[in-house]
Structures are given as structure tokens and as C-alpha cells.
């Protein structure tokens, strides 16, 4: 098949564009070769500016578009993993150049102007969406195109007067590029609900959201029956699901009981009248708030793709929340005990408020997911099958949570049935939290081994039920021998091995030259245990000033403002920036146009610490020297040959050591850099370290069933 539409769009270089920024449509499919062709001529009408671009992103099963060749401006990128709007939104965001995003559904068309109409009134500064008008499709004839119309199914501003907060519809939606990557993009995992999420989650980060009557698309309403009620099914799931993650908003009822009896009076007086077609709607009418009630009560979650049969054991990483941008070490384990092998899933509570993007590869499982029948069905199997096992979970509960939230019964039974299914799976927890207490209480309700890694936190800030969850796991991980340590001394008859959060060092490997200047690199969460406060307290020292071009701290976090006015007194703001956040694909690059990385980490006040910062590991993996403080697993991983340690909490002797190692001649930088990454090539790569933690999985006996 080619493609209908022709490189020379018209209207591509008209003038009405210039002076607006550069707009990406990004458009989901997930259809086949038919459908696609009536999409690529919708669009072909649509006039590009200069810089303008059409992105559509694949995410039908069998990648519907491969081979096809996009017109100039045009590009198809896929979307794999699940099939779900998400995904697709996502891949074709990721992908896209524009500083704006204008998603549009594949079953619109759109008016050949729509752009230019967004940008015919000046956009403010702070707003991060602005939702442009839907319009039902003329002359359709089927039944279902009829019930949408008059039924307004999907109406221009549907959100507009929304009593939580205003949402608007990825139908024909303009979004501001900073925003969506401030929030992570749209949820995945899910079917339907996610332009609501989104709207929500930019507002709430601080952004506005604009309702625009002038540009506007056509929705072709859904041809059949079947995919009506399907649609009605899936968007009352996401109501239910919204409903449980924004707890306040809005649940609208759903009046089932009146619409049967309404439509069991109405259908036989239209019928012995004469309207079968008003009869026929109130049927429909009736069979659309039966559909409602089957998604009130079915879960809204999406499709994943299947996946190779693993040759190795079954893996569950239970995580709080998945994906969040500080814990890509998460990630980097999953891939790397796929690639040895395994089944690998993650299962997470929750997902963050701002998600990690570009992980579409992991698999995941979040447990908010779950809808109230699956729960209470699963809740009532399980204590069938385990009734002195529940009575010790409840007993457990009421000591547990004298310490930290305890999850009720029903939100782990549909994942103890599913570990029940798998008798080689083991439940591996990152972090001895909420997540850590719920997979300990899956496994032992289950039969299942249980393993636990504890970080840094866990155990200094916030020690819950630590030492019963360090005394019950088959095995605990930590990342240094300073963590693990301690955890032997808190639980003396746990079995605690040394894991390093390793790096990649195929992806983190130099491609341009080291840059030879005097530019510091801070990476990490504007919090107290980082202790960049020094470094900027450093910046001012005399040792340093003059001598460092540019210190610029990456991150965000509650101590932005105190930063912010620390630069100011001390007048180092011609030196030092606040960056800001961002996105975990430009790390690298910052890690390659710098010179050194500083990380003075400290305990803080109220004992939180780091163990051993993987952004230091990224560094020297990039052939970065590195100054760090002399605290936690930092001293085990930086030695004279590639960095320097000064003591926490001192910026006379930072401002000393980033001095020093700035003052040298580029090619001994350059010979620190290649030491510090043959360094940790030997002593942290993830691979290694990930075959080291497969070989314990391995260890453990299987259940039989």
C-alpha cells in the first residue's frame, strides 16, 4: 500500500505560520491498512508551517504502517509493548521536535487551518493546554453514529465545567512540550482516562488550561454497536479508576435501574407507533447503561503485548511506584535479568505523579489498577484456599501497623492468586517500604520466596518492621558495604549480600571528546542528603572562584527556593544555575559536556542519607572525574586515580579539590576519566552485578504448585 498523501501538503509554507513556534501533530493508530488510509487523508488536509511536523505513532498489534514511506515532514514511529492511546501518545511525543504537541485521534479530521487557528490569540506564558473544539460527523447514518450525536457522546468542551477541575480530550488538544515533560507524559498501563489525568496533573503542577472554539476537528463517532458499548465499558473503568487515584473527584452516577425501566416503557409505545429508529435508540439507550455498569465494575487496564517465553525463573521487582525518574536502577535491573533469562515484572502500588518516560520495554503491574470485583473475587478465593494463613496476615496487620501503612487483604489477593499460578516465581522488593511489607505478605500467603534489597532511606530515615522484613526475606541485597553492615547489625541472622547498583557502560560511553574546560556537573534531588548547599557555599570560597567557568545543579525538590537564596547572598549567581529538572535521556549528554562531577553528599538531620549515587557511577562511566564527600559506600567507589574525597559538610575543602582537579591539564583529566571507567566496568557494571543476584534467584528452591 502507499501512502494517499502527498509530500507538497498543501498550504506547507504559508505565511499565516510565521512567527508561531514549531507544532508537532502527534496522532495514535492502532487500526489496520484500511483505516489507515482514511486517517493519512484526513490529515492530508492539514496545512504545516515551516517547522511543523506529522507524527503517527503505530501501536497496532502487527505495526500496521511498517513499509509504508511518510511524505517529507511525515514520520511513523512505533509503539510497542501495549496497546493502549498511552503508549502510542507517548512514543509519538518522545519522537516528536515541536515545541508544541497538538494530539489529534485517528478518527478525526481535522480543519486544513486547525494549527494557525490555535495560535490566532496570543498563548500566556503559564498555559500548558489548550483544548481546541469536537465536533460529531455529519450525515453518518449507522445507529450507533446517531446515538453519539444525540446523545453527545463526545461534545466540543465536554471538561469545561468539570466540579473537580477542568479536563479536556486528547481528540484535539495542544499541549506545551515543557509541561508534558515536566509531568512525564501520559500515564501508561491504562486503557482509557489518561487526557484526564493529564489535564489534572499539568494544573496541578502549576500550568493553566485554555478552552478554544475556533480550531477545530470532525469526530467520526463509532460505526458499530459493538465498539460503541466497548467504548461506553472502557470510559466508565476510567471514571471508576480516576475516582481511586484523584480521591475528591467526581464520580457521576450511573441511574441504571431508571434508564431499563424508562426504555422497558418507551420501546413498546415507539414500536406500536411506527418509530422503530426512536425504538432502536432507546434500546440502545438501555444496552449502553448495562455497559456502564460491566465497566464500573472491570479494571482499566491495558493490553500488553506478548512477550518471548523466558528460559529462567519468574521475577516480580515490587516497587511503591513505577517508573520514577530518581530509581532508573529499577529499570536497569529488569532489563538486565531479562536479558539473562528471566520473567521479569514489575509490580508497584502506584504510579508516581511524575513517571519516568522511554521504560516501555519493562513490564509492569501497578495494584491501583484493580477494580472492586477483582479485589473482593480474589479476596474471597483466597481465604477459601488459606484461612489460617489470612488469620496470621490479619494478626500481623495489627502489629505492622504501629510502624507504617499496611494495605488491606483485598488490594494483594489478585497478586497472590497470580503468584499461586507461577511456582517459580520469586517476589523481589526495592527498598524496605509499604511495597517490601506487601510483597513479604504475597509471598507468605502465596508459598512464594520472598527477596528484599534495602537502599539507604529504609534504613536510616524511616526503618518500618525493619528488622522482621531483613529476618523473614530468603535474602537481602544492599548496595555497599556500609549498608550491608548495618543491616547485619540490625537483623544478625539475615542473609545480606553485597549488590552495587551498577551502570551501563555500553550506554554510558563517550562519543565526543572531553571537553577540556572548567564546567562542574551536580546531578540528583534538590534535598538536605545531597548537600549541594556546600557546593554552592563552595562556589563563593576564594580557592575556587575564577577558577570554575560554570557549576550548574541538575535536579528538583523542596530546597530549590533556600538554594536560590543562598546563590543570591553570597552573589555566585553568574557561577552557579539552578537547571532545573531534567529528563533522565538528557543525563548523559550533561555528563558528557561536563568536566567534573560533584556529589558532597551528608546525612541529614534527620539521618536520611544516600548509600552510593548512581549519577556518580554514570560519571565515571563517561570518563568524568568526580569530587564526593566522604560518606556512606562513597569512599568505596572513588579512588585518587579518577576523583577526590573531601570531608561532608565542608565547602572550604570542596571548593579546594573541584579547584584542584579543574586547574589540571586537560589530557590528565582525560587519563582520570578513562581510570574511572575502567573502574567501574570492573566493580559496578549492571550486568555483572545483575548476573551476581540472578545467581542467588537461582539458588532458591521452586514450589511445586
Known sequence: MTT?????????????????????????FGGD???????????????????????????????????????ERWRIVPATGEGSPSRARNAGALAARGE??????????????????????????????????????????SLAAEFARTREVTTAHVGRDHRFMPFALTANLLVRRAAWEQVGGFLEGILSGQDVDLSWRIQRAGWTLEFRDAPRVVHHDRPDVRSLLRQTANRRASARWLHRRWPGSWLPPLHTGRTLARAAVAIPAFLLTGQLRRAALKALDAAVALAAVRGDLRANRAHPRPVPPATKRAIELWCDEFPVVSETFVVNEARALRALGHDVRVVATRRPDRPALGVEDVRARWLEDDSRLERLGALARVVARHPLRCARDLAGRLRWRREEQVLPLRMLAPRVLEAERRPGVVLHAHFAGVAALSAMRTARLAGRPWTLTAHAYDIYKLPRNLREKLTRAAFVTSGCDYTVRDLRRIAPGADVHRIVMGVDPERFRRERPYPGGRRVIAIGRLVEKKGFVHLVRAAADPALAGVAERIVIVGEGPLRDELAAEIERLGVGDVVELAGRRHPREIRDLLEAADVLAMPCVVAADGDRDSMPVVVKEALAMEVPVVVSDEVGLPELVRPEFGRIVPPGDPAALAAALAELLSLPPERRVEMGRAGRAFVAEHANVHAETARLSELFDRLPRARG
Request: glycine share 10%; hydrophobic share 45%; charged share 25%.
Open 100 to 141: 508544541w504537541l497538538l494530539f489529534i485521534d485517528s478518527d478525526c479530521e481535522p480543519d486544513p487551518g486547525l494549527i494557525d487557528a490555535y495560535f490566532a490569540e496570543p498563548i500566556g506564558e503559564r498555559v500548558g493546554l489548550v483544548a481546541g473544539a469536537i465536533e460529531p460527523g455529519a450525515g453518518e447514518a
Open 33 to 71: 491498512r484500511a483505516s489507515a488510509e482514511a486517517m493519512f487523508a484526513a490529515l492530508a488536509r492539514l496545512r504545516l508551517g515551516p517547522g511543523d511536523e506529522v507524527v503517527v505513532a503505530d501501536n497496532s498489534p502487527d505495526l500496521a504502517l511498517s513499509g509504508l514511506e511518510p511524505p
Open 4 to 28: 494517499p498523501v502527498r509530500s507538497d501538503t498543501p498550504g506547507s509554507d504559508d505565511a499565516a505560520a510565521a512567527g508561531r513556534p514549531p507544532v508537532s501533530v502527534v496522532v495514535p
